[in-house]
């Protein structure tokens, strides 16, 4: 049973505010959606085939973007910097 | 406006032009609004997005400028591709031109119902879980879903990676096939690419069925709709009255794909979207409080309801004490759907099912039940766990609008998919 509480606790993990509806509606279709996910339970284990590899290309360097491009979309800059809130 | 207008597919309306000559040349195509276009806004039907300007290109829009194609403007979706209807985009949702008062299905929907309705050649779509293929089913055009590795997703903006890619809609098999050929092949920037044999694709739409077997999973037909099977059947006749033959398969594992999907996807979103901060972009949560608060501010006010539930769910999902009950075991359930998939392609050459169990919903009414939802993606989800390609073409339809037959062929076997689907026509 998922209960206001842990949808809250989840959405401060996820770094997502909800109002008061938002959270009340979560939660009941968090116990119908987590509910179904518990088919998964019934999966069998199976072997995954391994067929990754790990890809390398030179250490090149390269043409990136300019730094007016980069900060071209933020909402808030400075002297050429990023401008975000204080971080604690 | 128009009556083109009265779609809502376009989100940005600009004709971007072409840089080179080639198979292209005088067509034009549209652009999921997810795939970025330099100095052309991106805002993949998010107001998290609006007014965001990509500082370059996908690696698929210089493949289309330079194959002669002018960009035809960006269309509508839902919100970050998260979706089966295209209503959850924050722009409103795009009309179904094939079936009035009806979802053009999602989370493409823009690029679907711009080809249905002509307003563009061809269009690019992303298929995370079936929205090329939704979409292409419901607006009655064509959707390809190309192996995983086969197309750049280099400038796709990112909501689950293992499972995504960029894919081609047309008019027609050859035209969706021609435009798959422009986008496919190994690009540096996404080290996820192959190189394929080949890259030739439209001249396999030669409609030669003669000895090839078509396999059909029973488990993907019993539960669809009774006009949509219908219509299945009455393709699958036309198949074998071509020189086809069809046998039936078995795919235990689909019983539990939608929910391996669903979690390793909310997953790979709670990871992806993490970098929609308000800070380097997106819309600020302005400067009360620390990064936390202001951070989650920005994405309450940025974020839709829909992509709200899969970032909360795929935290949740990844949360400790919960790793190993969710997402470990989607893992192994992917794995056995692959497995299903080999098996099933040492009796068959390709696949076939009906692309979408349901005919296209009516605007509305799947919005309040997201369970059932994602149900209706039991038929394309399997795909691309198993990283295959497939293709809808159209197979009818019902009166309550269009019906596509799926096809699902072996990984980089895009030609016999087209040859089929070209014999469906």
């Known amino acids: 049973m998922v209960d206001h509480e842990e949808v809250e606790h989840v959405a401060s993990l996820a770094r997502v505010d909800l109002d008061d509806e938002e959270v009340e509606r979560f939660a009941a279709q968090f116990d119908d959606i987590l509910a179904y996910f518990e088919a998964l339970d019934e999966v069998p284990e199976v072997e995954p085939e391994a067929e990754l590899d790990n890809v390398f290309?030179?250490?090149?360097?390269?043409?990136?973007?300019?730094?007016?491009?980069?900060?071209?979309?933020?909402?808030?800059?400075?002297?050429?910097?990023?401008?975000?809130?204080?971080?604690? | 406006m128009s009556a083109d207008d009265d779609l809502n597919a376009f989100l940005t309306r600009e004709e971007i032009p072409p840089t080179g000559e080639g198979p292209l040349s005088g067509k034009s195509v549209a652009v999921k609004d997810n795939i970025s276009t330099e100095g052309v806004p991106t805002t993949c039907g998010s107001a998290m997005l609006d007014g965001y300007v990509p500082p370059y290109d996908a690696t698929v829009v210089t493949r289309l400028k330079e194959a002669g194609a002018t960009v035809a403007g960006k269309t509508n979706m839902d919100e970050f591709g998260m979706g089966t209807t295209t209503e959850t985009s924050a722009f409103g949702p795009t009309e179904n031109p094939a079936a009035p008062g009806r979802v053009p299905g999602g989370s493409s929907g823009g690029s679907a119902a711009a080809v249905a309705a002509g307003e563009a050649d061809l269009a690019l779509g992303s298929d995370t879980g079936g929205s090329v293929r939704c979409p292409a089913a419901f607006c009655g055009v064509v959707g390809i879903k190309p192996t995983y590795g086969l197309v750049s997703r280099y400038g796709l903006v990112a909501y689950a990676n293992s499972l995504e890619q960029i894919g081609p809609i047309g008019p027609t098999v050859e035209a969706t096939a021609e435009l798959l050929e422009v986008i496919a092949g190994p690009d540096p920037h996404d080290a996820t690419t192959r190189e394929p044999e080949t890259t030739a694709y439209a001249d396999a739409a030669d409609g030669d069925v003669e000895g090839l077997t078509v396999g059909v999973p029973t488990e993907l037909v019993e539960g669809a709709d009774e006009g949509v099977v219908e219509r299945f059947e009455a393709a699958l006749d036309d198949l074998r009255a071509q020189g086809a033959e069809t046998v039936e398969v078995s795919l235990p594992s689909v019983e539990t794909a939608v929910q391996a999907y669903y979690v390793i996807a909310m997953s790979e979103a709670s990871s992806n979207l993490a970098r929609f901060d308000g800070v380097r972009y997106g819309v600020s949560g302005g400067y009360e409080g620390n990064w936390n608060e202001s951070f989650a501010a920005a994405r309450e006010a940025g974020f839709g309801e829909e992509v709200k539930r899969r970032v909360l769910l795929g935290t949740y999902a990844l949360s400790a004490g919960y790793h190993d009950k969710y997402y470990k075991k989607a893992q192994d359930a992917r794995a056995w759907v692959r497995r299903?998939?080999?098996?099933?392609?040492?009796?068959?050459?390709?696949?076939?099912?009906?692309?979408?169990?349901?005919?296209?919903?009516?605007?509305?009414?799947?919005?309040?039940?997201p369970l059932q939802m994602y149900l209706a993606d039991a038929n394309t989800v399997p795909v691309n766990l198993a990283n295959l390609p497939a293709i809808s073409v159209p197979a009818g339809e019902t009166e309550e609008g269009p019906v596509g037959l799926q096809l699902v062929g072996e990984a980089f076997d895009e030609r016999t998919l087209v040859r089929a689907a070209s014999a469906v026509e």
């Open chain 2, 340 to 369: 299903d998939f080999a098996e099933a392609f040492e009796e068959a050459d390709v696949l076939a099912s009906p692309t979408m169990p349901v005919p296209p919903f009516e605007m509305g009414e799947s919005l309040d039940d």
């Open chain 1, 57 to 88: 290309r030179p250490d090149e360097v390269r043409e990136g973007l300019t730094q007016e491009e980069a900060l071209a979309n933020a909402p808030e800059t400075e002297d050429g910097y990023f401008k975000g809130p204080k971080v604690s």
